[in-house]
Structures are given as structure tokens and as C-alpha cells.
């Protein structure tokens, strides 16, 4: 019998296909609003493939040297700018290098700016830089930040309640864990600070 | 209206089954204002494109119909040189890295690109990789003329800049120290970059650099450590059968493949190296089954190897069942008619005719097997033809290419191993070795004779000893780099001779070609510079 997980890992893979070929359309008439709803879609895909591999235990992992710098500035390109709200990257402290599976940080990423998107009133600030040796990504709006509850760093399965399904946070997570360098694990933290604030927090 | 951009001079080959993704991709390419586009469903036509023209990029869908994939294909273009360094290959995937395995550095692609993507991140992507291009355009240049040590030096440069670029040189810079012959340095500068930070190619270089250095033990332990570690990592699977089969342990080099194979189901290479650790431990069955995995997927793909039907069919013979030995190579004959003559194939086949009761076809087929050019052949080929000849009882014509191969190469035990066993196989163990003894002996003695009578002056006669033996064993370097430097010893004494300089500038390049680290080539470029002086002083 077909396993309804591999059938649904199949299916997501043409969806995402046909969802490029629908971008690509969009984006050759000019119309940003499309290409833009288009990529989130399959954004949403991603997330749901990962957690799927995540839980089969074979979400590999490729860590490499990568460029901060280079992933914030795509990422600002790729969704900003949108309705009124500005997308913008503060890249003045982030460093040259570090290391890291750009895929899957990029997933981690993307849905935090997505997320943060949904709550911003003007304006979403992304950074990079080094702090206490390690590599933080952030992302922060200027909305009515995380509820109370949700503050510090969450617990593995804790259901996230703003919108979505907690898959996101959820991923985050494991996504972060995954990054291990002698011993010490990466992982996620949310904060206020006139505006909720995502930080990803990567080992040297 | 025509854009004026970086682009418009790129050349840009695009690979995808799929007709929408083509046309999606063309469109997206073109908003850059690219010119050149082509376009390919079909690894088979893709490669037609390269050959025809030069591309400066390749955008390539990871799921190719027809049983290849991305990694395949570039694997191909890599191995086979179609492409040089200063092409990008980019693979475009819908979900990277969750199912994909890594393969040796040299065959990753340039980057991922993740479906769907808008044209404004294509340019950014081909933006960076353009300007990294540039960054170490002259530590490719030293790369590909194969002067390791201005790529050692180069790579300093760019590490003590430290920038963005500093792990890519890093990897450079091991690779070329072990391609410069300094397995101590390699160990030393891998232990380094590990200590910085644990990386999987480093461990894997530094695997590589224990090897060179003779330090086998240490060597199996970081690799097993790092396939513990770092289990999609190929390389270090194939790296650990090698060492293996090298230290004699074929049947932990078939275990360890295997390994590899449950990982990554989907690589020839793979297959193709459990078939050679089968073959060396005699497990034919093995050799059918993986063969024929990779004929499967190849058959009717322009990745196919003629060796594979070749091995395929060897295997068989030794199994006991010489006539469907047979079958499979008449038709592979038969049916691709570029292999009409290939002389592994031919070899085998006369062995496989020969058992199964055919002795005109077999004759036949030794004929075709024999006709080829023998200095041009690998060894493989050349004891496939050696066995070939002892099958059917020409025992003359199989010592001639066997004390040939040995005075080749002269250094290789493993070689003398195998010849043996090839002998062994036909009831002469005893005069292999005596055969094997006997062949260095001469060689020897031809290159001792000549060097004396060089040091009695007698510079021709000894030019004329050397290049006749060079010519006999064109794989012995010892041979070749004497060769070269008495031939250009003799033109400095005795007068310019433009026949004499283009048979030594060819050994020259024989041994720059095949030991890059000689050191008579020092002797050949000092030589050169003084003909160079001497005869242009004569000429004023």
C-alpha cells in the first residue's frame, strides 16, 4: 500500500512545480502581488514537507560556510516590498561567514518574516550580527509583540497561537537544534521590544 | 528595446524536461538580458549544445526524464571534462538537500536554486557567483595549468584577507597541497582548519592527506568517524573502499560500498565501485548484479559506458556461462556501433567464444582486440588483452604485454599482483614472478647502460638508447624524464636538432602530464633555458 506521507511528499513536489511555472507568469506581466502570494504558498509547502521528513527522522542537514549578508538581502528582495509595510536588513555587524544549512534557515527565515508581516503596522527589520560568539538572525515588527505566555525559548511542541498552525515555530525549532557545533546546540528565542522580536541563534 | 546589461554576453544553457519550466525559464533568463539562451529537454541534446558552442552557464533541473538525473549529468560534464572550471552549473530543485546525498566537491554543482524563484533572485544568485568567479579567477588559472604551487601561494593571499570567500580557498588550498605531493603539509594545514571548526571536507582532506602519507590505520579511523558523523557524505565511502581494496580487505571494501549503496541507491558510481571490489574478491554474482543496475539506467542514455557491458560480460564468463557472455556482447557489438572495435570489449569476448566453444569467433574477435594502437591502452585493457591472448593459447603475444606493463610501471606492486594472478590463472605461477623480476631487470639495465654512456660522453648514443626505450615503455617515468633530459643534454653539446628538441619537449610534456612533482622536469626547464642562450648568441 502507498504510504499517504510519501504520496503527499509526491504530490507537494508537482504543486510546487506548477506553483514556479504560475510565479514565473506573474512575474513576466509585472504583477508583484501574485508572484508574492505564490511564493508564500509554496513557502507553506516547504514547511509542511519538512516537518514531514522532520518526524521521519531524515531532515539532513548540510552545514557550510555561507554569507549572512547574502540570505538577508535575498530574502528583503524577494518579499518586500509589499502593501505600505517596508522590508528592510541591518547588515552592518554581520559577519562575513558563519555556518549553516542555507535551506533550511532560509525556510526558518522566510516563515518568521512572514509571520512578522501579518502583525507589522509599518515597517519589518531584519539583522544579522554576532553577540556572545554566536551568529543572531533577527527579525522584528512594529506590532503588538508576542502574548506573554509565548515569551523566552519555547519548548519543542508548544502550539503557537498567532494565526498558523505552530508549524512554523515548531520547525524552528527542531531547524535550530539541528545546528550543533561541539557540543552546543543553536535555538530560537521571542521577545518584545516595541514589537515582537524572532531571534535565531546559531553556535560558532 | 535592447538592455544594456552585465548579461547580455553570458551564454546561458538551460536543462529541464518539463516544457513550462523551459519556457519559464527562458522568459526569466531573458528579463536579464541574456542573449545567448538555449534550451534542452534531454541530457542528450544538452550535450550536443555544449559541444557545439561554449555556455558560460547551465541552469539544470534536478528530475531529468529518461532515467538521469541533475547529479548525474553534471557528474558526466565533470568526469569527462566537457565543461571546465569557469562554468556555473546551477540545479534547480524543488526541495533541496532532503534526499540528495553529497558527492566529491568536484561534483557539486556552483549552487541550488529552490522552485520557485523569482528572475530578481536568479540575478542575485548569478551576481555572487559571477563576482566569486572573479575572486579566484587566478587561482583557477593556476589550477588548471596545474602549477600547484602559485595555487598555494594565491590561496594564502585570499585566507589572509579573510573574506567571504576564505572557506571555498581553504579546500582549494588542501587539494592542491596533496596534488604537489606534500602529504605532511596536507596533514598538518587539515588538522588546522579542523580545529577551527569540525567540516566534513576537511576530515574527509585530511583522510586523503593520511593516505599519501602511508598512515593507513589512522586514515580507515577518520574515515569511519566520519561517515558516523556525516553518513550522506559519499566521498568518505568511497575513499574507505579504495583504502581497503588497496591494503588487500576486498571484502570489507565490498561491505563498506554497500553501505553507501542503502544511502544512495540512485549513484552509478557506486554500483560501478562495488563491481570492482567484487571483481578483486572474485564475487562475479556480485559483479552481475551491480552492473546491471547501472545498465539499467544507462542503456538507452548517452551516460553509457561501454566498460560496464564489457565487465558485465567478463563476469558472466567467470560464472560458468560463457554463452550468455556471448549474447550480451554480439549485441552490444551489433547495436552500438561506435563499440564495433573497443578492445576491453573485444578481449573479453574472445575469452567468452573461446569457452563457449567458438574458437573461429574468438580468433576473430582477438584480432579486433589486437589491432589497436597498444601504447594508447590502459592497463586494464592491456590485461583484459593479455588474458585474452592466454585463453587461446597465444602465450608469446600475452608475455610481450605483460613485460611491457610491468617495465611501465615499474613501481606498481599492485599491477605486478594482478599480472601474477592473471598468469596464476593459466598454470604458471612460477614464471610470473620470474616474469615480473626479469622485465624491471632489463628496464634497468637499459637506463643504467645509458647513463654511462652519457658520462662517457657518448651523449647521442645515449639519447638514442633512452628514446627507444621511452617509446618501448611510455608509462615509465623514470624512463621518459631520462629520455627528455639526454635528448636536451645532447642537443646543448652537439647542435641545435629540431627532431631531437620535439621528441624531448614531448617527453617533457608526458612527464609534466602524468608526475607533475618529477624532479627532472626542474633539470628539463634549466637544460631548455640554456639551449634557449647558447643558440641565440649562436644566431647573432
Not at chain 1, 533550511?104 to 502583525?119: F, G, P, Q, T
Not at chain 2, 586523503?208 to 579511523?221: I, N, W
Not at chain 2, 553518513?231 to 553501505?259: E, F
Not at chain 2, 557489438?333 to 574468438?362: C, W, Y
Request: hydrophobic share 45%; aromatic share 4%; glycine share 6%.
Amino acid at each position: 500500500m502507498i504510504d499517504f506521507g510519501d504520496l503527499a511528499a509526491f504530490t507537494l513536489h508537482d504543486v510546487k512545480n506548477r506553483l514556479a511555472v504560475l510565479a514565473s507568469r506573474a512575474e513576466a506581466k509585472g504583477d508583484r502581488d501574485t508572484v508574492h502570494a505564490v511564493l508564500e504558498v509554496a513557502a507553506t509547502l516547504t514547511r509542511l514537507l519538512a516537518w514531514y521528513k522532520a518526524e521521519k527522522g531524515n531532515l539532513g542537514i548540510e552545514i557550510d560556510a555561507r554569507t549572512p549578508a547574502d540570505l538577508l538581502t535575498e530574502l528583503t528582495r524577494e518579499v518586500g516590498p509589499q502593501n505600505a509595510l517596508t522590508v528592510s536588513a541591518d547588515l552592518v555587524d554581520a559577519p562575513a561567514i558563519w555556518f549553516y544549512d542555507e535551506a533550511l534557515v532560509r525556510m526558518v527565515l522566510l516563515n518568521a518574516l512572514y509571520n512578522a508581516l501579518r502583525h507589522a503596522r509599518q515597517r519589518v527589520l531584519m539583522a544579522a550580527c554576532v553577540r556572545t560568539g554566536w551568529l543572531e538572525f533577527s527579525v522584528r515588527d512594529d506590532g503588538p509583540g508576542y502574548p506573554a505566555a509565548m515569551l523566552g525559548q519555547p519548548v519543542a511542541m508548544q502550539p503557537l497561537s498567532r494565526e498558523g498552525t505552530g508549524l512554523g515555530l515548531h520547525l524552528a525549532g527542531r531547524v535550530a537544534a539541528l545546528h550543533s557545533n561541539a557540543g552546543e546546540h543553536g535555538y530560537v528565542e521571542l521577545g518584545n521590544d516595541e514589537g515582537a522580536v524572532f531571534r535565531l541563534m546559531l553556535p560558532p | 528595446m535592447s538592455i544594456q546589461t552585465p548579461y547580455r554576453d553570458k551564454r546561458i544553457l538551460i536543462l529541464d524536461d518539463l516544457p513550462e519550466m523551459r519556457s519559464s525559464l527562458r522568459s526569466q533568463v531573458g528579463s536579464l538580458g541574456c542573449e545567448t539562451i538555449a534550451v534542452s529537454s534531454t541530457v542528450k541534446d544538452a550535450l550536443e549544445q555544449l559541444k557545439a558552442q561554449p555556455f558560460d552557464v547551465i541552469l539544470c533541473d534536478y528530475y531529468l526524464a529518461g532515467g538521469t538525473d541533475g547529479q548525474q549529468f553534471l557528474e558526466f560534464l565533470r568526469s569527462r571534462n566537457v565543461i571546465g572550471r569557469g562554468v556555473l552549473f546551477m540545479m534547480i530543485t524543488a526541495e533541496k538537500g532532503y534526499e540528495s546525498v553529497v558527492t566529491a566537491a568536484e561534483c557539486m554543482p556552483d549552487d541550488y536554486l529552490l522552485k520557485p524563484f523569482t528572475a530578481d533572485t536568479l540575478k542575485m544568485r548569478l551576481e555572487r557567483l559571477f563576482e566569486k568567479k572573479k575572486r579566484l579567477a587566478r587561482v583557477d588559472q593556476m589550477q588548471d595549468a596545474g602549477d600547484w604551487a602559485e595555487v598555494i601561494a594565491a590561496c594564502d593571499e585570499i585566507i589572509a584577507a579573510r573574506d567571504r570567500y576564505l572557506v571555498d580557498v581553504m579546500r582549494i588550498k588542501g587539494n592542491a597541497l596533496l596534488q604537489a605531493g606534500q602529504a605532511e603539509g596536507a596533514v598538518g594545514f587539515y588538522e588546522q582548519v579542523l580545529v577551527m571548526r569540525s567540516m566534513p571536507w576537511a576530515k574527509l582532506g585530511l583522510a586523503h592527506a593520511l593516505r599519501k602519507k602511508g598512515d593507513t590505520v589512522r586514515c580507515k579511523e577518520t574515515l569511519n568517524e566520519l561517515i558516523a558523523e556525516s553518513p550522506r557524505l559519499m566521498a568518505a565511502y568511497d575513499l574507505l573502499g579504495q583504502v581497503h581494496l588497496a591494503t588487500g580487505d576486498a571484502a570489507a571494501a565490498m561491505a563498506i560500498l554497500d553501505s553507501a549503496c542503502t544511502v544512495s541507491p540512485n549513484s552509478l558510481a557506486r554500483h560501478r565501485a562495488i563491481a570492482t571490489a567484487a571483481e578483486v574478491n572474485g564475487d562475479f554474482s556480485r559483479v552481475e548484479q551491480a552492473l546491471g543496475q547501472v545498465i539499467k539506467r544507462t542503456r538507452h542514455s548517452p551516460l553509457r559506458e561501454t566498460s560496464d557491458f564489457a565487465r558485465l560480460g567478463n563476469a558472466l564468463t567467470e560464472m560458468g556461462e560463457p554463452g550468455r557472455a556471448v549474447a550480451l556482447l554480439e549485441e552490444v557489438r551489433t547495436s552500438f556501433r561506435d563499440d564495433a572495435n573497443n578492445p576491453l570489449l573485444a578481449a573479453i569476448e574472445a575469452v567468452a567464444q573461446q569457452k563457449a566453444g567458438h574458437p573461429d569467433k574468438a580468433a576473430a574477435a582477438l584480432a579486433r582486440a589486437t589491432q589497436a594502437d597498444r601504447s594508447a591502452l590502459p592497463e586494464a585493457v592491456l590485461l583484459a588483452v593479455a588474458k585474452a591472448c592466454l585463453t587461446i593459447g597465444n602465450q608469446d603475444a600475452a608475455r610481450d604485454i605483460l613485460k611491457n606493463l610491468v617495465q611501465s610501471n615499474p613501481e606498481s606492486k599492485e599491477l605486478h599482483g594482478r599480472i601474477v594472478a592473471v598468469l596464476s590463472e593459466h598454470g604458471a605461477p612460477e614464471l610470473a614472478k620470474q616474469l615480473v623480476k626479469e622485465s624491471i631487470r632489463e628496464i634497468i639495465k637499459i637506463n643504467d647502460d645509458a647513463v654511462l654512456r652519457a658520462k662517457a660522453g657518448e651523449l647521442s648514443v645515449a639519447a638514442e638508447m633512452l628514446t627507444a626505450a621511452a617509446h618501448r615503455v611510455p608509462g615509465n617515468m623514470q624512463v621518459v624524464s631520462n629520455a627528455a633530459v639526454a635528448l636536451l643534454f645532447d642537443v646543448f653539446k652537439n647542435g641545435l636538432d629540431a627532431a631531437k628538441l620535439r621528441t624531448a619537449q614531448a617527453f617533457q610534456q608526458a612527464v609534466q602530464a602524468h608526475a607533475p612533482t618529477h624532479p627532472k622536469l626542474a633539470d628539463m626547464a634549466e637544460l631548455m633555458t640554456r639551449i634557449r642562450a647558447k643558440y641565440a648568441k649562436a644566431h647573432k
